[in-house]
Nanobody, 121 residues
Framework: QVQLAESGGGLVQPGGSLRLSCAAS????????MGWYRQAPGKQRELAAT???????NYADSVKGRFTISRDNAKNTVSLQMNNLKPEDTALYYC???????????????WGQGTQVTVSS
């Protein structure tokens, strides 16, 4: 079906920057929404940022002005540039895609394994 592979997490000091990348592979007919969710310890998974195939973006209020999502539809990739990182951004970041893997099949949600982002001095 569809596999998502993330890269780019790590440890960064407050105020620093990181860039996350995700590549989709497999039997892909179409990818609709693609983006990033995050889950901090003891909390539920939440939206960070997503982008539709047409370029419409959706950001969590907490990351607006600091995170920028970008997408390459031809390469089936999505990236998240994270600037001015704060300790509260510490979380496991999951790549997400709503995609169709075969004609006449309804789109399904797919998730990556997650990449850890830790913001600490």
């Amino acid at each position: 079906q569809v596999q998502l592979a993330e890269s780019g997490g790590g440890l960064v000091q407050p105020g620093g920057s990181l860039r996350l990348s995700c590549a989709a592979s497999g039997s892909i007919v179409s990818i609709y929404t693609m983006g990033w969710y995050r889950q901090a310890p003891g909390k539920q998974r939440e939206l960070a940022a997503t982008m539709s195939s047409g370029g419409t973006t959706n950001y969590a209020d907490s990351v607006k002005g600091r995170f920028t999502i970008s997408r390459d539809n031809a390469k089936n990739t999505v990236s998240l540039q994270m600037n001015n990182l704060k300790p509260e951004d510490t979380a496991l970041y999951y790549c997400y895609a709503n995609a169709r893997y075969a004609p006449f099949r309804a789109p399904s949600d797919y998730w990556g394994q997650g990449t850890q982002v830790t913001v600490s001095s």
